[in-house]
């Protein structure tokens, strides 16, 4: 069993930074491909980035390419989400995922991830 704890959501103004972090448990971190989603209010879970084991795979949905950097450091299980300049349209509930992996690949649909975290709540004001 793996357990994924998401932190550092938060309030924001719009143009402002937030960084989201998923503290993992249970499992070897450095043999999963990782994600992060979003839910907003009436919503599918979409995806937002992902990376692979190894880290030198990542993929980001074009609404937040050059905006956000998903990263890890597998030393610390831990896996980040850093989010610059948001926008009122980034509020949502954001998920991180994880899926052991044997290929150093990216995984983009929800289907594919085998634990979630419960979430963490990012608001942008205008």
């Known amino acids: 069993q793996v357990q994924l704890v998401e932190s550092g959501g938060g309030l924001v103004q719009a143009g402002g930074s937030l960084r989201l972090s998923c503290a993992t448990s249970?499992?070897?971190?450095?043999?999963?491909?990782m994600g992060w989603f979003r839910q907003a209010p009436g919503k599918e879970r979409e995806f937002v980035a992902a990376?692979?084991?190894?880290?030198?795979?990542?993929s980001y949905a074009d609404s937040v390419k050059g905006r956000f950097t998903i990263s890890r450091d597998n030393a610390k299980n831990t896996l980040y989400l850093q989010m610059n300049s948001l926008k009122p349209e980034d509020t949502a509930v954001y998920y991180c995922?994880?899926?052991?992996?044997?290929?150093?690949?990216?995984?983009?649909?929800?289907?594919?991830?085998?634990?979630w975290g419960q979430g963490t709540q990012v608001t942008v004001s205008s």
């Open positions: 995922a994880a899926k052991p992996s044997t290929w150093d690949v990216v995984l983009k649909t929800t289907r594919l991830y085998d634990y």
């Open positions: 990376i692979s084991w190894s880290g030198v795979i990542t």
């Open positions: 249970g499992r070897t971190f450095s043999n999963m491909a």
